[in-house]
């Protein structure tokens, strides 16, 4: 994981929309995330050059900005062509926003019968797309880029920077 240093002085603002959210009973705080992420794609534009560089056929994640108190992350993921998320519900709350390109959503829901996680729906996420979830089994999903051009997304996670990598995917099987 690598860290961008200029997030913090470029989007102040966003970061400090999100850490007033934190500790709202959850329909507000997802709500308010929502509102959040949608405006932060006119705001913020990535120039490609500015994109680091991932993994071919893979996805990278990269912190942008971490709670100085541990209430959340934020990350700019980059998806290459084929790179795909396992599928898996959240640990925590978050969310993310389309910020380029295409991703393409495997929506599914928990078969109780064979434990294990069946595709519901597929879904094509666009620029601008926003999606909030709250931990648990309801909102399970993978998550990926099946295009041949770079995608980009920018995610929220109601955990420490230190938790980023162990507390926010609940990985399933399917």
Avoid at 84 to 106: A, I, K, M, N, Q
Avoid at 110 to 128: E, F, L, N, T
């Amino acid at each position: 994981m690598t860290i961008i240093e200029t997030f913090p002085t470029q989007c102040s603002d966003f970061a400090g929309k999100i850490r007033s959210l934190v500790g709202l009973p959850t329909d507000r705080l997802l709500s308010g995330l929502s509102a959040a992420l949608g405006s932060v794609r006119d705001k913020y534009p990535l120039m490609d050059d500015d994109l680091p560089d991932g993994a071919a056929g893979g996805y990278s994640r990269h912190l942008l900005h971490s709670d100085d108190d541990g209430l959340f992350s934020v990350m700019l993921l980059v998806w290459r062509p084929g790179g795909f998320s396992p599928v898996h519900s959240h640990w925590t709350w978050c969310g993310y926003v389309v910020l380029d390109g295409t991703l393409h959503e495997d929506r599914l829901h928990w078969d109780v019968a064979s434990k294990q996680a069946v595709v519901r729906d597929r879904i094509d996420r666009m620029p601008g797309d926003v999606v909030v979830s709250s931990p648990g089994l309801h909102d399970i999903h993978r998550l990926g880029n099946a295009r041949q051009d770079i995608a980009v997304s920018l995610h929220v996670y109601g955990v420490s920077r230190d938790a980023t990598m162990t507390h926010v995917n609940r990985v399933l099987p399917s």
